[in-house]
């Protein structure tokens, strides 16, 4: 009966579908394990083989723990909004929820074929109304909430109101913005309700602020951070700005602090954890003010630095500012406006990613204003320099060259003054290293103190003059939340007298409207400005249309949609309760599952998608809505899976293509090649190259004997280098099972390996071994005959490897332990169902369509997948015989299998008694007859 695996895998793949083998209960006696991988973002590419690496490894963990007894919760959806839908929408004009709708069906087709366990009756799709219905409320749930710090956790807004109609802010201690101000009970209740909505901004989780944001023209969007390469956007490779915009964002400044401390709570890899404490960036010290000495300014107007070293407040020579600080404008000096203003245009081309990376590029101006400082009284002149941002601190840096890096190469480089505040330490460029254990010297007021005392008395002086005062900083920043595009969640907002107003959640969703150009307005705009029907009506609680406006009853609604990090910040709550229309998850659904048990994702979202996700999961835990406050004990990060490229060599200037071999020192141009041209030999398919583009159509090529060698690189594997291998191609070849152990083989999960699809035989030719354990020509050859001890300890040694493997991750070994006991099991010919029946189940989780075939071949009529796990026995790899060298002076001559539990006498007698003995001795006496019992046999003759 030979192995047929595309019938096989097609079979078991029907049954799983029709009798929702995978489906997880909300309310099982069973212990629940709930496994999560990153759901992905369709796109029109689908899946190449790097995709499924870390979907196959959590399901193996899944498949294994549903073994071990336990009710496993393992789903899939799709974080279905996003700009490249949207690009798509702009150049064909094709709505991009129909393009989505595409690329899902491709994906769902992909990920079947690879037989992954996923309870898809739990599938969620970002993009859906149904879902981003809950996207919405919990947006309101923010914009109605603020961070109490004497309670340290987030409130309803309500609290916030009565404390201010009965104290004023005397009883507030909030996270708030820095310019809100204090008043009494008494002149909150004489405001007028839009002062108090403007001032309750100043405190809501998600609030309007004017922001600097990353601005793209020619995608019509802001951008994070993490979309951002080189200072060009990551789609598309258009310029990128910084521009101030009205934008809204979401306050996770507030639990900065938490969001530091649940780190050490969690199973997460430590470079990860890292990232995110670098990214968050506790430090402390003092806020300083330091007054500008400015015509320009008012007497009020100040400068705020932070810094982490206020003992070294003597050293400083100058101040940056960074180039988009809101006083640059007021205090540049008529003499240096034209100085200053270009610099400030050329800064906006750079976004701050790149600008914190550039340490070699040094640049700045003066802005001709000078500010004095708070001890000695001096005038310090004031620079603007794009190594400060406006969004890291104050936006300000109080310079001690002696005493930092990038200040010392400042001063350096426009050879401003290089004070030296430190006691025997030489500050040449040369010499240049940290000063943090150094003394200050050249100060009367620090003279011969250390940093702590230092530290404690400068900040105690400038509170006594009311120039400064100790404080705690993060390097976390508020986070933008609004997107100028199309394709995303619609806020859930109205605007009445230009203050947002919250749409209740009775009436959500707000679903998207149809718009003809998914493009800005031609008044620039973001796209739902071309939508005809985009008005709230408050009397009758629906969308209406834009002409109905009246600004009484009928009001504008929000134009900006949510970011693409919106809806991945909770999906794995809703995927508890996913279709309850009435919460976003059932209280008793979110009691039972309660948090993630093992996450399996990319490092690269590090600081965007877990941290939020962090994020929304402490608000909602505050708010009464989750039973845990971090979302996912045990996280693993997934290598990457790389591909092999290949290159030809074009002579430079020419059509013209040299072979590998013949380059020497021709001046050639490598150009990547599609991998399908290229055999196993590295020869290329010169037609196939040919006809592939029209300016190739006329190639020339210089062989060698006869034939075109191509070169090859391990890289990414991307469509962009023609390097991507179709995992429906080994699928269709191979095998799901074939790709799934394959995977798994090429190394340790974690690390990035190479791609290659002539290694992947060898794996295929091993479960075609396994099917011949079980079935030959005639059909099932298992029997009920007694295992042999050979092949009991081939089992039980198979059954603690695999489960140790499983238990830390380290899949590939176990590909090649079922190797080996696959190898040993045909050498033993063995066909007892004691063994081979468990053997079936241990392989599932690998190669779950074979094992269900191999199940069902032994009589069963069930899945596999509800087999208990094999139990290790550890009396089968006890030892109950020893092979010993029987030696004739020192020589072996032959073997005896012997029971361990004999005496010395007793091995001695069988050795004598034994006829190669006799032989070997030729009617000699031995003089002697050692015997080590469980090692050797030597006769001293």
């Not at 290949?646 to 071999?661: H, I, M, P, Q, W």
């Amino acid at each position: 009966m030979k192995y047929n695996f595309n019938n096989i895998e097609a079979k078991w793949q029907k049954y799983w579908a029709e009798n929702g083998t995978f489906k997880a209960d909300n309310s099982s006696d069973k212990p629940k394990y709930y496994v999560l991988d990153m759901f992905p973002y369709p796109s029109g590419a689908g899946l190449h083989v790097g995709h499924p690496l870390g979907y196959i490894a959590s399901d193996i963990y899944a498949r294994y723990k549903r073994h071990k007894g336990f009710n496993v919760l393992h789903p899939m959806g799709y974080d279905s909004f996003g700009l490249p839908a949207e690009q798509y929408a702009i150049q064909t004009g094709q709505h991009p929820s129909i393009t989505t709708r595409t690329n899902i069906n491709r994906y769902r087709e992909q990920l079947d074929k690879i037989g992954f366990s996923f309870d898809w009756s739990r599938e969620v799709r970002t993009s859906s109304p149904e879902y981003y219905k809950w996207t919405q409320w919990i947006f309101t749930e923010l914009f109605d909430s603020w961070y109490n710090l004497q309670t340290d956790k987030a409130e309803k807004i309500e609290g916030l109101i009565s404390k201010f109609k009965t104290s004023g802010t005397a009883e507030v201690s909030a996270v708030c913005d820095e310019d809100a101000n204090s008043f009494t009970a008494e002149q909150w209740n004489s405001f007028t309700e839009q002062e108090q909505e403007k001032i309750l901004l100043q405190y809501r989780l998600t609030y309007l602020a004017e922001t600097e944001v990353n601005w793209c023209a020619a995608l019509g969007t802001v951008l994070a951070n993490d979309e951002i390469v080189n200072g060009v956007s990551e789609r598309g490779g258009h310029p990128v700005v910084r521009k101030k915009m009205m934008q809204w964002s979401m306050r996770i400044s507030a639990y900065a602090d938490r969001l530091l401390q649940g780190l050490d709570r969690i199973d997460w890899p430590e470079p990860l954890k890292e990232i995110q404490r670098n990214w968050i960036g506790k430090s402390v010290g003092a806020q300083v003010r330091f007054n500008v000495l400015s015509d320009q300014t008012k007497d009020d107007d100040y400068i705020e630095v932070f810094t982490t070293r206020p003992d070294t407040i003597f050293g400083v020579s100058f101040m940056t500012l960074a180039p988009e600080h809101p006083l640059v404008d007021k205090i540049t000096t008529a003499a240096q406006k034209q100085a200053v203003h270009d610099y400030v245009k050329a800064t906006a081309k750079r976004s701050e990613r790149e600008r914190m990376a550039d340490v070699k590029n040094i640049s700045g101006v003066f802005t001709g204003a000078y500010a004095e400082h708070p001890f000695t009284k001096k005038p310090v002149p004031i620079w603007i320099g794009d190594y400060v941002l406006a969004g890291y601190g104050t936006g300000a840096v109080m310079a001690v060259p002696c005493g930092d890096s990038r200040d010392y190469d400042f001063a350096k480089h426009f050879g401003l003054e290089i004070p030296n505040i430190f006691e025997g330490v030489d500050i040449s460029e040369q010499a240049y290293s940290s000063k943090d254990n150094c003394k200050i010297a050249n100060s009367d007021f620090l003279n011969g103190l250390d940093y702590k005392q230092g530290t404690t008395k400068v900040i105690a002086a400038l509170e006594e003059l009311n120039q400064g005062y100790g404080k705690v900083n993060f390097r976390l920043r508020d986070a933008v939340f609004s997107r100028q595009r199309y394709w995303g969640e619609p806020f859930p907002v109205y605007y009445v007298n230009e203050l947002p107003k919250m749409i209740d959640k009775q009436h959500l969703p707000i679903e998207l409207p149809e718009v003809e150009k998914y493009l800005p307005t031609e008044t620039g705009e973001p796209p739902l400005g071309n939508a005809n029907s985009w008005a709230w009506d408050t009397e009758r609680n629906e969308v209406v249309g834009n002409d109905k406006i009246d600004n009484q009853s009928v009001f504008p609604l929000e134009l900006n949609t949510m970011p693409g990090w919106a809806g991945s910040s909770w999906y794995f709550n809703r995927y508890m309760d996913p279709i309850n229309a009435n919460e976003f998850a059932s209280e008793d659904s979110l009691n039972y599952w309660q948090d993630v048990d093992l996450y399996i994702g990319g490092s690269e979202h590090a600081t965007g998608h877990l941290l939020y996700a962090r994020f929304w999961q402490k608000f909602l835990f505050d708010r009464g809505r989750l039973a845990v406050d971090e979302f996912a004990k045990k996280l693993i990060n997934q290598g990457m899976i790389l591909g092999t490229s290949a290159f030809v060599y074009r002579l430079e200037g020419e059509n013209t293509f040299v072979s590998k071999n013949l380059i020497s020192d021709k001046s050639v141009t490598p150009i990547h090649v599609d991998v399908s041209f290229v055999n196993t030999s590295e020869e290329l398919d010169l037609e196939a190259f040919k006809n592939w583009r029209p300016e190739f159509k006329d190639a020339q090529f210089i062989l060698e004997d006869g034939k075109y060698v191509v070169g090859r690189e391990v890289e990414k594997m991307s469509k962009s280098k023609y390097n991507v291998v179709n995992p429906d191609d080994i699928c269709e070849n191979y095998g799901a099972d074939t790709l799934r152990m394959y995977e798994m083989f090429l190394g340790p999960l974690e690390q990035a390996k190479p791609w290659n699809t002539a290694g992947i035989t060898g794996v295929h030719g091993f479960l075609k071994k396994l099917w011949k354990l079980y079935f030959d020509d005639n059909g099932i050859q298992v029997t009920d005959q007694d295992p042999s001890a050979e092949s009991l300890k081939t089992l039980h040694k198979t059954i603690r490897k695999v489960e140790e493997d499983i238990e830390n991750f380290s899949f590939n070994t176990s590909v090649s332990t079922f190797m080996i006991c696959v190898n040993e099991l045909s050498a033993q010919k063995c066909n007892s169902k004691s063994i081979l029946e468990p053997l079936a189940i241990l392989i599932s989780p690998y190669a779950p369509h074979i094992a269900e075939e191999l199940w069902a071949g032994l009589g069963y009529n069930n899945s596999i997948s509800t087999a208990e796990f094999p139990v290790f026995n550890q009396e089968h790899l006890v030892e109950s015989t020893k092979t010993y060298p029987i030696s004739f002076n020192g020589k072996m001559r032959f073997t005896l299998d012997l029971p361990m539990d004999l005496s010395k006498e007793e091995i001695e007698k069988i050795v004598m008694d034994h006829e190669k003995t006799k032989t070997q001795l030729e009617g000699r006496i031995p003089k002697k007859v050692i015997v080590v019992p469980g090692k050797i046999v030597n006769i001293v003759g």
